[in-house]
DNA sequence: AATGAATGAGACTTCATTCAT
DNA sequence: CATGAATGAAGTCTCATTCAT
């Protein structure tokens, strides 16, 4: 009754195999975006047959969604791995600035991929779903990781990590355009940094 | 790409079925996206035929270049109007509070047309074009506005312009979220004007 | 938000060629079944583009619902004008007789058509619901055409022409088998013809 | 169609496994129909990989024909059963009424089978060869069995049986119909029994 | 100029059958 | 012998665009 069998696959070759179609489509998506891409050059480019594709993902949308779980999923990675790194005894302005940098450096690697997949999220509630979970747990972590700093207001904590995120995210974002000198770059990476270090630090009654 | 002649209506009737024909796509587009929309709908919507669409548009991605087009007029309007009328003697904080609600009432208004529009500028040169050009003219007048002020660091000062108009928008964007209480908003919102104030006002050697 | 919307057709043309669809899937569904024809084929034996197709029809089911009710609209009006031809005084055999060649010249034409419509009907609720309707009016019908007659008894009527209509229509079937000779052929008549006025005319207790 | 060698199983296990193929085949074919059933569902009820059915069996139509067998087997058993429980001295009618019930019991269990499979014959020659060869063989036993009889009149005896059992066939099946009350479809077997009767007693001159 | 019926390429998806393991 | 992953042809349906009226 229900439509085909999805397949889980648990071999190491399935698993790879099924590894190899999101990251197919992950590359087509980015470089040509969703619609333009048909699921023809996704079998293709992941060197399969059409017809396995089904076999792995629901439809087109399900591969979409799994798409941007590992997007996610890398950009969480990324994340973490700044954070855990730096929350010694470093100051404020050199995490915020690692920060910056790593997210940077996501969207120049995938800088469509982003705009993609959010615009996606308007029409697709799985994938707003996974953006949303995405975000409040990482909040979360830098929730848990700032909350006791004493360079850190403390006041309205939860509200300045989410806008310097996205004071972050929207720069970085900008930062990309080709349009920019390295020497204006800097400078809005100077200036974003000291923002939300400024942000975070001040007290508001 | 085709050979047709595109006619660039000058009689009334004309000009008013075209602009019937890109608010119609307007509405379709910001509802349901430009790809779950077809001609036919728009046509309907827009009390036309299909055939005629095809007189004053190339083809469908033209539509969408016009419906970008007017957006981006409408935005431009809101924010000249929230600027032309602050420039007295108003404090800065004032302003940047003033364009704050102004974006997030378009924003709230047409919470899908930018990210949808923002996305399918990956994808089409001439609606990159758009954005940029918007984004250019806004910041030249912004600086044109702010470069006299004794309360406005004059020191990169474009540079701030860029990343203060960012902060905003992405700011605006992340607070229509059904998920966050009038509150929670009220609180982002001078967190905002505060950041960007703060940054605008502070001097940077 | 439904799918593409229907089209009913009311200028002439597009009634033709509706039409031609209707008749060209009749054609092709009694040639070769329903699931060995596909749209293309319809769309060509029809003398149509494929799109066009669906401008008429919701989908191929929707087809094939039309095609059926074609069919039954056929028979009944081949019924119907033989039950009107002899309602005035001729006997009961007479009729009967009618009846049973009219339903024969129906099955020879159409052989293939009622064993596949009817096999649909076990898939299809809509389609069941075709036959079933089909089959009350015609039985209605008859009862009002020999509820006052005296060579009928009145006890059970309505079984019996139930049973006699399936009586009939089985034999029809069966009748047509290329493997019977023209002598077996009258001879089942005969027996058929004579078999249903008999449980008509007999009085049961 | 393919060259591969079917194998015909002899072991015991192999009989089992091409068993259980066919009657998974029987009960999806009787459940949802021949196309709506596909060969990975087959495989699965049965409990077996999709490549072993391909080593009993040539191709699906093949399935669908060794699943026929069965059905007209498991009819023919049936009617053989009451046949043969009856021929001592009981009266006609008895013996009717016994057919019909059984044949009846059939339509119930498989109301689905004897359509579907019907209408496949009409479609593939090799089934239509399986219902005539069965049709035949019945009627010869039949005609066996009551040629001798003296409440039977031998006039045509033949063609008789040949109605009559098409007769049943199509009034069980009739009978089946949910619409039905149990009265209705009680006195639908008086009255199709007695017509039968009526018939092989007469004499036709 | 206007209509909306018509076109047909191409998208997604299914599934009978094969074949490497 | 057996498995079930893999294949790819073929089917249904959509829709941007054209064109006869």
């Not at 470093?90 to 995938?110: I, P």
């Not at 006791?148 to 355009?177: G, M, N």
Request: net charge neutral.
């Amino acid at each position: 009754m229900a439509t085909t069998e999805i397949r889980v696959p648990k071999q190491e070759r399935a698993v790879k195999k099924r590894d190899a179609i999101i990251r197919a489509s992950y590359e087509l998506f980015c470089r040509k975006g969703y619609y333009q891409t048909n699921t023809a050059q996704i079998a293709k480019e992941a060197g399969v047959s059409t017809g396995i594709v089904y076999s792995y993902f629901q439809d087109k949308e399900d591969i979409l969604l799994q798409v941007v779980r590992l997007y996610l999923a890398e950009l969480k990675e990324a994340l973490d791995s700044v954070l855990s790194g730096v929350d010694s005894g470093r100051g404020l302005s050199y995490m915020v600035e690692a920060c910056y940098e790593r997210l940077y450096a996501s969207h120049t690697m995938r800088a469509e991929a982003h705009d993609e997949f959010w615009a996606m999220a308007l029409r697709k509630e799985a994938i707003k779903e996974l953006f949303k979970a995405f975000e409040t747990e990482l909040l979360q972590e830098l929730y848990r990781k700032l909350a006791c700093r004493q360079d850190v207001s403390q006041t309205l904590l939860r509200e300045k990590l989410r806008l310097s995120y996205h004071i972050l995210e929207c720069s970085c974002h900008d930062a990309i355009s080709p349009d920019l000198s390295k020497a204006e770059r800097e400078t809005l990476k100077q200036l974003t940094v000291s923002a939300v270090v400024d942000l975070l630090e001040r007290k508001i009654n």
